[in-house]
């Protein structure tokens, strides 16, 4: 045993047997130098396999990495360029870049940076590579891209200094196209605009209103009182009776340019108000103008005020007329359409509309000037042929209708107008336009009517003309003075209160205190325009509820005395 064999036991019938053994050749030397051989072998493999896994697996993650920067880059719906810091030549761009553009690729590879954007100031030149020398990147920034025909759009810029494989300096850049943003952003400027405008337009008017109803409402007592005055007097107050009205229709076309207009609504087929103005249209052009109309089959219906879109369409045919020089043709189309707002940019103006097309084939109108047509008193008509005021009227009809306007106008080729309507869904079916028939003789009642006006003498002449009636007249001219006469006076039958009025109770509070407070008094409101008033009720939907309680100013006798006693006698 002294040359360490391997020991093995085994156990036959008989007994237990030790067996030893050792090699033939006796045991190799050294084996402790074979062990540190082996694992040397097995570290220099790990040293080399190690690195080759790891190497691999990084190669694997680059080609990934490759692969998802080629797909970014290949389907990135903004455009992306690889532009040389030096020279500013293209090195790679996308195809949303290179669509946009109009060049074909081999083209626009032979283009550099300021090739393609707008840089009159140096702003490339100066600003943006200063900013990649500094910080690594720049942006963002708004420029002019220039396609090939030499059109621009706008677009967004924002990028990075990088460097590639060689060390040479690149410069990474997205360049996305926000036109239908600036035309979202140009479109609400231009309503918050037309908004201010309208506010201004629509205070005058109520000013104005208020001074007329004054006038003509004297002039109606006047003439009450001078039955037995020679035919010169009379004419003379008429005459000044036509004046007023004039005014009248001045005013009531700066009320149409104002959401503030009060209007009647209702469930309207507009195929069938083209059809009834037909007529009226055709006298209205030259015999050498042919007038058509394409209207859609199965309509869909809109809820409008009928006669505002009359009289829209009445001043878009004109419009239309005074374009033409002597032939011509205007054309009135209707159809439905469903909008996105993809389309126009904005998702106010998406849905489901009637679109109504006023199309001439006239002088057109200059780029310059269609950002000012809808404006009040703009025109382009030579002096005396219009007050400026008939797009006005259009546009403030389409914007209580929450509807919109495309203008597609070109000079020398013609102008079109679309109209979009929002389509009603409701279950209301439309309503036949009757007119009201009225009645020479002022209808008359023994009732307690209080009158609240600010303005004195309307207070005056519709307290004289109620008196006249048989009614027993009360007045104040404020909110506070009206509630405690109320008060003061249990009897009074109905309420009739201007709605625009100074103080803390303007007639829309006052209407309110005064039902809450006596639930069986019968409450008619009137006036001029109500923008004046924070927080009033000048939604579609609330006009609406209101409007068959609103008396519009200036009215005449006939008017206050018919609707008094249309109220009294719910």
């Not at 009025?501 to 001029?528: C, D, F, H, V």
């Amino acid at each position: 045993f002294n040359a360490d064999p391997v020991l093995t036991e085994i156990s036959p019938p008989y007994g237990t047997w030790q067996l030893a053994a050792i090699p033939k050749q006796g045991w190799l030397g050294n084996t402790e130098k074979i062990t540190a051989f082996r694992i040397s072998l097995f570290v220099i493999g790990l040293i080399i396999l190690v690195p080759i896994f790891i190497l691999s697996r990084s190669m694997e993650k680059q080609k990934e990495s490759d692969a998802l920067l080629r797909s970014l880059f290949t389907f990135s719906p903004i455009g992306i360029a690889l532009n040389n810091f030096e020279s500013g030549d293209f090195v790679k761009i996308n195809n949303v870049l290179l669509s946009n553009s109009g060049y074909s690729s081999d083209e626009f590879m032979k283009l550099g940076f300021r090739d393609v954007f707008q840089d009159d100031t140096n702003f490339i030149g100066k600003s943006l590579l200063d900013s990649l020398e500094q910080t690594g990147h720049y942006g963002p920034y708004e420029a002019e891209f220039i396609r090939k025909n030499g059109s621009q759009y706008p677009v967004a810029l924002k990028g990075m200094l990088i460097h590639d494989s060689g060390g040479k300096k690149m410069i990474w850049s997205f360049v996305e196209d926000i036109s239908k943003r600036k035309q979202a952003e140009k479109s609400l400027q231009r309503s918050q605009k037309m908004d201010a405008i309208g506010q201004l337009t629509g205070g005058i008017a109520h000013d104005f209103n208020n001074i007329l109803s004054i006038i003509l409402g004297y002039l109606e007592l006047l003439k009450l009182g001078l039955s037995d005055a020679s035919e010169t007097t009379l004419k003379r107050i008429d005459t000044i009776q036509s004046a007023g009205q004039r005014a009248v229709d001045l005013t009531k076309q700066l009320l149409s340019f104002s959401r503030n207009k009060p209007s009647r609504q209702d469930v309207t087929d507009i195929n069938n108000i083209v059809r009834k103005m037909e007529n009226l249209i055709a006298r209205s052009v030259t015999p050498e103008i042919e007038v058509v109309k394409h209207l859609a089959k199965d309509l869909w219906l809109t809820r409008i005020d009928p006669g505002d879109l009359e009289d829209a369409l009445l001043n878009l045919c004109i419009n239309a007329r005074d374009a033409i020089s002597v032939h011509g043709q205007i054309s009135i189309s209707t159809r439905n359409a469903t909008v996105t707002s993809s389309e126009t940019g904005d998702p106010a103006k998406a849905g489901d509309f009637v679109e109504i097309i006023i199309k001439d084939n006239g002088c057109g109108i200059p780029p310059e000037q269609q950002e000012h047509i809808f404006e009040p008193f703009y025109t382009t008509k030579s002096e005396g042929k219009g007050t400026g005021l008939g797009l006005s009227m259009v546009y403030g009809f389409v914007q209580r209708s929450l509807g919109f306007i495309d203008v597609d106008s070109r000079a020398g080729v013609g102008t079109s107008i679309k109209l979009y309507i929002p389509r009603y869904t409701g279950t209301k079916i439309p309503s036949a336009q009757n007119s009201n028939d009225t009645n020479s003789l002022l209808p008359r009642g023994t009732e307690n009517i209080l009158v609240v006006d600010d303005e004195v003498a309307i207070v005056e002449m519709v307290t004289s003309l109620l008196e006249k009636l048989g009614y027993t007249a009360y007045n104040a001219t404020s909110g506070e003075q009206a509630l405690q006469l109320l008060r003061d006076n249990p009897r009074i039958n109905l309420l009739f209160t201007d709605v625009v009025m100074p103080g803390n109770i303007n007639g829309y509070e006052l209407a309110e205190r005064a039902q809450k407070a006596y639930p069986e008094l019968k409450i008619l409101l009137t006036s001029g325009y109500t923008g004046k008033i924070p927080g009033n009720r000048s939604t579609q939907a609330e006009q609406s509820q209101s409007s068959t309680d609103i008396l519009n100013k200036p009215y005449t006798h006939q008017e206050l005395a018919a609707r008094i006693r249309s109220m009294l006698d719910k």
